[in-house]
């Protein structure tokens, strides 16, 4: 890391206050990391020590899914250290998942949220190019407060953030063994992912029918879409190939049009449902106190279209075979939520080439029952499990907190081979 293009390094991160909260008596950190040391564009970040035993706990890196969001959504609405209600009030969460680990949320890529880019030429066009914008910019935080490199370390994420979490670990294992400062990771979490959108897409369709969002003839409408994505996808040429994104994104918009349900989850209408986090979020008090440049609200904020399309382009399959060999890995699901559903996570299960995967397929389900009440179904074998949470769609930590971190928990104590209880196989 070059200090001398650097020029957030020595401003103070630390926070002390939060509007419509008070004081801030712990360990928390908020501000900007650089993608490179040309100093071309600044990742958002924020920061909680653990509450309890912080040298002991493990550091988890939460990778927000873009470009809907940024990261701060996480933050104050689904598993951070804060929750904001209907006035605005800003109250403490007690289902944080800072309860048990070092909690770290960076927003990405460039042009997301509230990261910056001082030119258009650093705005990454592929999920290759954020990978390795984001490494650097973990390196960098682990720099500055070397405290947390020595802790375990874990990768979570959900939806479209599975391809960068894929990347990320790779540039992890890769430069932890070409000699670049060691980052200790462990494993790596991604709910309702999306991994492989060739195998994942047509899940959608077969989901929404068996939960009767469309009916018959809109499912075979929605077949013949499948069939020009596919095509497209396939084609040689550039864009043609693009055209597979809106396609994709056509299906999805076609489902929720005909069904009135949001993909995130099918028991809401579609719509926003975080506007008031976006009120609180563009309150000069709260842009000043979380340490919010104004940069990020320039006009270059824009990712590129090229990164946009990749979420449906881009397949991230091939990743997984070396990081389940050498990782824990955690797949978990809402079941309330089409994107990323767990029938497409079963197709690729079924297609995935890892050394241990006939042995996996042979699990059955069971019923999961983190605090002795049935919570959802598991099947697990020696580094990967998948976790079927009931009563929840993507934003699983708001809708189940308490099952959500007891799942979180149980994964760092016990690993893959136990993330939570299980009980009778399910029929």
């Not at 927003?107 to 990261?115: A, I, M, T």
């Not at 340490?291 to 991230?316: F, G, K, V």
């Not at 309330?336 to 241990?356: A, I, P, R």
């Amino acid at each position: 890391m070059n200090a001398q293009v650097n020029p957030f390094l020595f401003e103070s991160a630390t926070l002390t206050h939060l509007p419509n909260y008070g004081a801030i008596n712990t360990t928390q950190l908020a501000g900007y990391l650089s993608v490179g040391d040309a100093a071309g564009g600044w990742l958002y970040f924020w920061f909680s020590e653990a509450s309890v035993n912080p040298e002991q706990a493990p550091l988890l890196l939460w990778v927000n899914s873009h470009p809907v969001e940024n990261a701060l959504f996480n933050l104050f609405d689904e598993h951070g250290p804060y929750l904001l209600d209907a006035n605005g009030r800003v109250y403490s969460n007690p289902f944080s998942w800072h309860h048990h680990v070092n909690y770290l949320i960076i927003d990405q890529p460039l042009g997301n949220g509230l990261s910056f880019s001082t030119h258009p030429r650093y705005l990454p066009d592929n999920y290759d190019e954020a990978a390795q914008q984001l490494y650097h910019a973990l390196q960098e935080f682990l720099l500055r407060w070397p405290c947390y490199r020595q802790q375990d370390f874990y990768l979570f994420g959900c939806g479209s953030a599975g391809h960068t979490i894929a990347r990320l670990a790779s540039s992890i294992l890769d430069g932890n063994g070409y000699g670049q400062p060691e980052v200790r990771l462990k494993g790596l979490g991604l709910g309702n992912g999306q991994i492989s959108p060739e195998i994942q897409l047509p899940s959608y369709i077969e989901y929404a029918y068996q939960h009767r969002l469309i009916n018959l003839e809109e499912k075979h409408r929605a077949l013949e879409m499948l069939q020009d994505f596919s095509l497209a996808q396939a084609s040689p040429i550039p864009l043609r190939r693009a055209q597979a994104s809106r396609i994709a994104t056509a299906i999805e918009n076609y489902i929720q049009q005909c069904s009135g349900r949001d993909k995130h989850d099918i028991r809401q209408p579609p719509g926003n449902h975080r506007q008031r986090l976006g009120e609180y979020l563009a309150k000069p008090a709260v842009q000043q106190a979380l340490h919010i440049d104004p940069r990020s609200r320039n006009e270059l904020q824009t990712m590129p279209q090229q990164l946009l399309d990749a979420s449906w382009l881009d397949d991230s399959a091939h990743l997984f075979p070396r990081l389940l060999d050498q990782l824990k890995v955690l797949l978990y699901h809402g079941e309330y939520c089409m994107e990323g559903n767990y029938l497409g996570m079963d197709v690729w299960l079924n297609n995935l080439l890892w050394s241990k995967a006939s042995n996996f397929r042979q699990q059955k389900r069971q019923s999961w029952r983190p605090y002795g009440l049935a919570a959802g179904l598991i099947r697990q074998h020696q580094q990967l499990s998948q976790v079927i949470i009931q009563n929840a769609g993507l934003r699983a930590a708001r809708d189940q907190p308490a099952i959500v971190l007891a799942m979180l928990r149980d994964f760092l104590q016990n690993g893959a081979e136990n993330p939570g209880a299980a009980g009778e196989p399910a029929s």
